[in-house]
């Protein structure tokens, strides 16, 4: 994956922040939209797809970490996809999950999407989240493509205003 330096940072200290977060994206992103969730073990990726889907009308319980089966597909508006590619073992089988398919309808989000760089359109949007020792989270929005850089242009207005 092409290292590309973020055009947006915020520090989120909260689950509350996390959902007002996700609440924000949920206005912005575009659809169809591919969004990699990239971080170590246990920054909060799950737990943000969790408040995105909830910001679209689904329901906190339907989102665990994918982690065995791959791939969860949640009935929302729009349907979102959500991948884990940390047990991907190669390049194809990632492909025979059929994952470019997703990428043209709704919402696909993709933990460890670092892991399957080589299987993501030429746009999309990384967020990066990292943990530091005071449990405060980093999320850095890096756009590859001028539309998610639009949209994490209107991200930053929108979610710094409240």
């Known amino acids: 994956m092409e290292e590309v330096p973020p055009t947006w940072k915020t520090e989120i200290k909260s689950e509350a922040e ?13 659809q169809p939209a591919v969004i ?6 246990g920054a909060g990726k799950t737990r943000f797809v969790r408040a995105l889907v909830e ?17 969860q597909e949640y009935p929302t508006n729009p349907p979102v996809s959500h991948f884990d590619a940390y047990r991907i073992a190669d390049e ?15 919402w696909t989000l993709i933990e460890w999407g ?9 746009s999309f949007l990384e ?8 449990e405060i ?6 756009p590859h493509g001028e539309e998610y850089r639009s949209s994490v242009e209107q991200l930053e207005k929108i979610y710094s205003a409240k």
Not at 114 to 122: F, M
Not at 127 to 134: G, K, S, W, Y
Not at 137 to 142: D, I, M, N
């Open 137 to 142: 989270r980093t999320f850095a929005f890096h």
């Open 127 to 134: 967020i990066r989240i990292d943990l530091n020792e005071e």
């Open 36 to 41: 990699t969730l990239n971080g170590t073990l």
């Open 92 to 106: 194809e089988e990632w492909w025979e999950l059929g994952a470019d398919e997703y990428f043209e309808t709704g």
């Open 18 to 30: 996390t959902e007002q977060l996700a609440a924000s994206c949920a206005q912005v992103f575009p």
């Open 55 to 71: 910001a679209i009308g689904g329901k906190a319980e339907w989102v665990s970490s994918p982690t065995y089966v791959l791939i």
């Open 114 to 122: 670092e892991r399957v760089a080589y299987g993501l359109p030429e």
